[in-house]
Structures are given as structure tokens and as C-alpha cells.
Nanobody, 122 residues
Framework: VQLQASGGGLVEAGGSLRLSCITS????????MGWFRQAPGKEREFVAAISKSGGAKFYADSVKGRFTMGRDNTKTAVYLQMDGLKPEDTAVYYC????????????????WGKGTLVTVSS
């Protein structure tokens, strides 16, 4: 499975961005998907995840109510709508494919794409 994230850019605080992650392969529906981010000088952290069917979604407390994750199994793509952006959301955002883990979302992911940079100015 190959993943390609896009949609990052520079935005003012309070603005919005929509990230997309296009996957290759015919087995997209077999994978849960996740978004993670890594800010400069910090460890990678979980942002959002979605189940194989899209029926279950999970969000980090820091983005709950501002970010919305969706998936389109016909287009083998996932999205992350980011509203109300804050300077602390500045990071490289990565999409990943795998299984939902009972311990932490990162450990269940098997495939990772290259990131897309989101910069939020104050």
C-alpha cells in the first residue's frame, strides 16, 4: 500500500485546510486509516483515525471539535478537514494505513506516507 498526502500549506490562525491522502492498491477497504503529525522538535502524535467502514472515528483531544476525518472507499482516499486552526497545529502531517490498536493508534499502523507540511501563523 502506498500513500500520498497532500493539501498542506500556510494558513492564518482560525483558518481551514483540507488534507487528502490517496492510496494505491485494491485493498483499501481492508485497512483502518490514521492521521498523525510531528511538530518541530517534538515526537509524532496521533491526530485522528477511522475504521475500515468509516463507521467509527477517533480524535485526539487537542483536535476534537475542530478536525473531521472521512474516507471515500470508492476513491481509496481519506480526508482531514481542519477548521479553527491554531499555531500549535503547525506540523508535518502523515497519513497511515493499518489496523486499529487497543493500545495506541500508532502501533497498529503498517504503512506510512510522506508527510505534508501545515503551518499556522498567529
Amino acid at each position: 500500500v502506498q500513500l500520498q498526502a497532500s493539501g498542506g500549506g500556510l494558513v492564518e490562525a482560525g483558518g481551514s485546510l483540507r488534507l487528502s491522502c490517496i492510496t494505491s492498491g485494491r485493498t483499501f477497504g481492508n485497512y483502518a486509516m490514521g492521521w498523525f503529525r510531528q511538530a518541530p522538535g517534538k515526537e509524532r502524535e496521533f491526530v485522528a483515525a477511522i475504521s475500515k467502514s468509516g463507521g467509527a472515528k477517533f480524535y485526539a483531544d487537542s483536535v476534537k471539535g475542530r478536525f473531521t476525518m472521512g474516507r471515500d472507499n470508492t476513491k481509496t482516499a481519506v480526508y482531514l478537514q481542519m477548521d479553527g486552526l491554531k499555531p500549535e497545529d503547525t506540523a508535518v502531517y502523515y497519513c497511515a494505513a493499518g489496523q486499529l490498536s487497543s493500545t495506541d493508534f500508532s502501533s497498529g499502523m503498517e504503512y506510512w506516507g510522506k508527510g505534508t507540511l501545515v503551518t499556522v501563523s498567529s
